[in-house]
């Protein structure tokens, strides 16, 4: 029964989506770390929902940091964030408690906590708890950034509708990522952003969801980050990711699209510019043999349909063994890839905290 990451710093995640609390530990965290408590707000309130096109459930976020905090700094000693839920209708949860709703880990939660899980709004299962993870990435990304380090995400594909694609130029690049970690809906060309709108609106009228891809881009990144074979740097970010509800796949840059191509057209050429060393292509995504070469780290990742609808579905009673019906009840919604940018970016900020103070040691964040 794990639900840790991290091995400099380690990130243990607790609570249910109805329970009193939810919140994380960070174990590992330098000493003298400045706590933005508005920063938090911001980074909260990217992952609440919004409009017609997110669930009715909007809860405040009111986080409050209990321990590892002293005068606004980390003192170096665990940090705990409790966010307290107050917006539960647990009784939407009671008729179908038994049910294993299609998409969802009820029937898997069943088979390995033997009845004992929390069964509301989906227990220790529910994307709820992605707030904790946003509150602890929020504590990083700011280290992060005072290093030169950049993270960003946008809505690369959503319902079948694309976004404009980031740009090859590092300059550019920058200039989009610090656009995109101020918007709440991100994507780069607005026209798009609009029709994904329109498209999540009009799925939720048909009481059904969509889902899409969202892309990642780091930038500022020191080569030589990352270890090669069992840590590397894609493996790392993957393991994380993969722990996001909803995320069903990654890769780095277009892998899918270019594996199929030559080699003499993946491989990414070497020149010196200006002093430093680039390639005159990402094609591997900023990282060889699972270490950094300098260059940004592109990542994409597949988020699947909220699986909560409204149309009815076959599933079964797993403690009476039988076929049944479900409707399901409750608020939620139609897609939740817009609420899952920030928590990408939270992830990848927690990652790459921990693998850089693997490398340069916790006091390079506060030099």
């Not at 991290?6 to 109805?18: A, R, Y």
């Not at 408590?37 to 459930?57: A, C, D, V, W, Y």
């Not at 019906?325 to 890839?337: Q, S, T, Y």
Request: proline share 4%; hydrophobic share 35%.
């Amino acid at each position: 029964m794990k639900n840790s990451i991290g091995n400099n710093m380690q990130v243990t995640l607790f609570g249910e989506s109805h329970g009193p609390f939810i919140g994380c530990v960070m174990d590992g965290l330098a000493p003298g770390l400045k706590i933005d408590r508005e920063f938090i707000k911001h980074q909260l309130m990217l992952r609440r929902p919004s409009g017609k096109i997110s669930t009715s459930r909007v809860e405040q976020d009111e986080f409050q940091i209990v321990s590892g905090e002293f005068n606004g700094f980390t003192t170096g000693t665990p940090l705990c964030v409790l966010i307290p839920n107050n917006a539960m209708n647990s009784k939407d949860y009671l008729k179908t408690k038994n049910l294993a709703r299609p998409g969802h880990a009820d029937f898997t939660a069943e088979c390995k906590y033997h009845g004992f899980q929390d069964y509301r709004g989906g227990g220790h299962f529910s994307g709820r708890i992605t707030a904790a993870l946003v509150a602890a990435g929020a504590v990083v990304l700011k280290a992060l950034s005072d290093k030169g380090i950049t993270i960003a995400t946008h809505i690369k594909s959503c319902g079948g509708i694309n976004d404009d694609a980031f740009s090859a130029s590092e300059d550019e690049l920058e200039n989009q990522l610090k656009k995109l970690n101020e918007l709440e809906f991100a994507v780069l060309n607005a026209s798009a952003g609009q029709k994904m709108k329109e498209k999540i609106e009009q799925l939720a009228k048909e009481e059904d969801s969509t889902g899409g891809v969202l892309e990642t881009a780091v930038t500022g990144l020191p080569a030589g980050t990352g270890e090669p074979w069992f840590d590397s740097l894609e493996g790392l970010l993957s393991h994380a990711l993969f722990s996001i509800p909803a995320v069903k796949g990654v890769q780095f840059s277009d892998a899918f699209e270019k594996v199929n191509g030559r080699g003499s057209e993946y491989n990414d050429a070497f020149k010196v510019s200006d002093g430093k060393i680039i390639t005159l292509s990402n094609n591997n995504a900023g990282i060889n043999g699972g270490i950094t070469n300098g260059m940004p780290v592109l990542f994409s990742c597949a988020v699947k349909p909220t699986p909560s609808i409204y149309k009815e579905q076959q599933t079964v009673d797993f403690k009476n063994l039988k076929d049944e019906k479900l409707i399901i009840e409750g608020r939620h919604d139609p897609a939740i890839i817009h609420r899952a940018r920030v928590v990408v970016d939270s992830v990848t900020a927690l990652v790459l905290y921990d693998v850089l103070c693997g490398r340069f040691g916790t006091d390079w964040f506060v030099e």
